[in-house]
Nanobody, 123 residues
Framework: QVQLVESGGGLVQAGGSLRLSCAVSGVTFSSYSMGWFRQAPGKEREFVAAISWSGGGTYYADSVKGRSTISRDNAKSTVFLQMNSLKPEDTAVYYC????????????????WGQGTQVTVSS
């Protein structure tokens, strides 16, 4: 059974930082590209960041570029999203996603998804 479990969300003031984690089990993690998405109330889910299976390729939405860093630890089957200089508009439920294909992850069509972790940024 494949499981993606996000953690690290919470309430933070604007300008603060959070580090999200997504622990993956049930698949050969090092063979999968990973991504982070978010969905704010009343809005569609949107791409945040993605990373290739090797970690050699990283991709970001313009809205978080320069403020966020996606990374992975293949030995621990975990992907991270470090978010700095948080803004109230970053408030959303953040989901991690996994797929063998990087394009599928970036396109929001990943095979596996986590349950999400809430990030709330107060002004």
């Amino acid at each position: 059974q494949v499981q993606l479990v996000e953690s690290g969300g919470g309430l933070v003031q604007a300008g603060g930082s959070l580090r999200l984690s997504c622990a993956v089990s049930g698949v050969t993690f090092s063979s999968y590209s990973m991504g982070w998405f978010r969905q704010a109330p009343g809005k569609e889910r949107e791409f945040v960041a993605a990373i290739s299976w090797s970690g050699g390729g990283t991709y970001y939405a313009d809205s978080v570029k320069g403020r966020s860093t996606i990374s992975r630890d293949n030995a621990k089957s975990t992907v991270f999203l470090q978010m700095n200089s948080l803004k109230p508009e970053d408030t959303a439920v953040y989901y991690c996603a996994a797929d063998r294909g990087l394009s599928s992850v970036r396109g929001g069509e990943a095979l596996y998804w986590g349950q999400g972790t809430q990030v709330t940024v107060s002004s």
